[in-house]
């Protein structure tokens, strides 16, 4: 049974801001291909939520890799996935996670 799937503002401001990236620079299909990448990520994230690593114990944050240039970091509350963040690999996630 599928989770029900809830975005923080933190996420869907990562993943928009991805997005229009991507747009800009590749153009509107590249653009359309990742959207499409990250939703059936997250409707599998969403059916086996023990796919991804724990990135951060403590906190019982979980990550999975996207692809080389992008992670999805969640947390799963009860009977729901909550998408925290949407990250570049390439940026520091621990200031943006921990808030150090």
């Given at each position: 049974?599928?989770?029900?799937?809830?975005?923080?503002?933190?996420?869907?401001?990562?993943?928009?801001?991805?997005?229009?990236?991507?747009?800009?620079?590749?153009?509107?299909?590249?653009?359309?291909?990742?959207a499409e990448s990250i939703e059936s990520t997250i409707q599998l994230i969403s059916k086996f939520s023990g796919i991804g690593s724990v990135k951060y114990p403590e906190?019982?944050?979980?990550?999975?890799?996207?692809?080389?240039?992008?992670?999805?970091?969640?947390?799963?509350?009860?009977?729901?996935?909550?998408?925290?963040?949407?990250?570049?690999?390439?940026?520091?996630?621990?200031?943006?996670?921990?808030?150090?």
């Open positions: 049974m599928a989770l029900t799937i809830e975005w923080t503002p933190k996420a869907i401001d990562g993943y928009i801001s991805i997005l229009q990236y991507i747009e800009s620079n590749f153009g509107y299909s590249t653009s359309k291909k990742y906190l019982k944050i979980r990550s999975f890799v996207v692809n080389k240039k992008t992670s999805i970091y969640y947390l799963v509350e009860s009977k729901t996935l909550k998408i925290l963040y949407v990250l570049d690999n390439r940026m520091d996630r621990d200031a943006i996670i921990k808030g150090a």
